[in-house]
């Protein structure tokens, strides 16, 4: 089928329109590698109620915003969504996105600017979590596509130098079958200025840590800024499926390690301990500025910080505010978080859900600052942050529709929106950072 693409949509697709039938106007087809106002042919591949997805058989008439792609594996990766997309107008697509994704979810027409905060485009990752397979011969990759396929990978232009050093280097080693067949996942975690790295190495269930500890001297032979090797026991399943869940989802206690289980990682002018298995920002080159928007002036006499990870925002919030409460599960996170705030931080290990429902009616803090995963807040928790006697809230979000459904109920609680930025933690996909300032 020859059609136009109307607009791009939140998950990497473009927007189109097949032709109307006898009941009016057509269904949605969403095609991927598509730019708005492309003429284009192609096929579908499956049927659903309301809409068809499709797939990119030629363009025919190009987008003056389409580029060459820099990494040879695009379009077969499931990693990269918008290679084929000039990075300025990457970000213009993504500002609109979010702005219709409030308006469609929220019922919210957002009048004020977004501020938008670009990237380096390419280089920018600190954290890579990658699949390893050892029959019929060794491969280390990403998932294909729309797929729970291997496509293997020896190299990733989103990902920092050292990283690439450290594929490469498990390629090597794979290959001379260095690497246990126990291993069957790896995550390469980089410091902030590239010159030590930590792998988490992910093993079936009922594998010894000491096990890994020929790869692990191997590995730091030929990559010596490989400060040491975390391992985690998870079927290989729960590596495919949960590949953008918290790690402390599948493993809630603390795992042995060959060499250091942490590194030092420092930002926005603070020495982070960040753990094997600890959550901390991918982007190597905005965290400061994405500290920075989120606790521009802001002070007064208490704060609460939820789902607080190893600190990243606490630390700052504690040199505002007299006294600060910080809440994380993680029992990684919670250990790192514990020994990277001052004194005037009382540090609570539960769910966000549950302390919530337990403090929030008690509690008149002057500033709350949310980083929810890509799952958001969820009504009860929302509800309970609605019932609290917070003047201001600073919500921070991975994904705009859990955001906005989010959003709703805060607004209509009596919230307003004061400022929207959009930070472009990861260029080159459909993925983007929003931190919303809200006060009533």
């Known amino acids: 089928m020859q059609l136009q693409i109307e607009k791009l949509v939140y998950g990497g697709d473009g927007l189109a329109r097949l032709p109307a039938d006898d009941r009016g106007r057509g269904k949605a087809l969403f095609v991927p590698f598509v730019l708005p106002g492309e003429q284009i042919e192609?096929?579908?591949i499956s049927t659903r109620p309301g809409f068809v997805r499709g797939q990119l058989d030629r363009i025919l008439t190009p987008s003056a915003e389409r580029v060459e792609p820099a990494c040879p594996?695009?379009?077969r990766c499931g990693g990269c969504h918008y290679q084929h997309i000039d990075y300025a107008a990457q970000l213009r697509y993504k500002a609109?996105?979010?702005?219709?994704?409030?308006?469609r979810t929220a019922k919210f027409e957002l009048q004020q600017e977004i501020g938008l905060h670009s990237s380096h485009p390419w280089g920018y990752r600190n954290?890579?979590?990658m699949h390893a397979r050892h029959e019929p011969q060794f491969a280390l990759g990403y998932l294909r596509h729309n797929s729970h396929a291997l496509l293997p990978v020896e190299s990733c232009p989103i990902s920092s130098p050292l990283i690439n050093q450290a594929i490469a280097a498990i390629?090597?080693?794979g290959r001379d079958r260095q690497l246990p067949e126990s291993v069957h996942g790896l995550q390469?975690?980089?410091?902030?200025?590239?010159?030590?790295?930590?792998?988490?190495?992910?093993?079936r269930p009922g594998i010894e840590a000491g096990q890994l500890q020929p790869f692990a001297v191997a590995l730091h032979s030929v990559v010596p800024q490989v400060a040491g090797v975390v391992v985690f026991a998870a079927a290989s399943i729960e590596d495919e499926t949960q590949q953008h869940a918290p790690l402390t989802a599948i493993h809630p206690e603390k795992s042995p390690a060959i060499g250091e289980d942490f590194l030092t990682y420092h930002a926005v002018g603070v020495d982070y301990r960040v753990s094997g298995g600890s959550f901390f920002q991918t982007n190597r080159f905005l965290i400061d500025k994405l500290a920075e928007i989120v606790m521009t002036n802001r002070t007064g006499r208490a704060a609460l910080d939820l789902y607080a990870g190893a600190g990243l925002f606490t630390s700052h919030l504690s040199r505002n505010f007299d006294q600060?409460?910080?809440?994380?599960?993680s029992p990684h996170s919670f250990a790192d978080l514990r020994h990277n705030v001052p004194h005037n931080v009382k540090c609570i290990r539960t769910a966000t859900e549950t302390f919530l429902a337990e403090r929030a009616p008690k509690l008149a803090p002057d500033l709350v600052v949310v980083d929810p995963p890509r799952a958001g807040l969820g009504d009860r928790a929302t509800a309970a942050l609605c019932r609290m006697s917070a003047s201001h809230v600073t919500y921070v979000s991975c994904d705009p529709a859990t955001l906005?459904?989010?959003l709703r109920r805060l607004l209509e609680s009596g919230y307003r929106v004061e400022q929207a930025h959009l930070i472009d933690l990861f260029p080159q996909t459909y993925h983007m950072e929003a931190v919303l300032h809200l006060a009533r």
């Open 171 to 173: 390629w090597s080693l």
């Open 73 to 75: 594996f695009f379009t």
């Open 404 to 406: 906005s459904r989010d």
């Open 42 to 44: 192609a096929s579908v």
């Open 127 to 129: 954290r890579t979590r």
């Open 188 to 203: 390469f975690f980089a410091n902030h200025d590239d010159s030590k790295m930590l792998v988490e190495a992910y093993v």
């Open 96 to 103: 609109e996105i979010l702005r219709e994704t409030l308006r």
């Open 324 to 329: 600060v409460l910080a809440v994380e599960y």
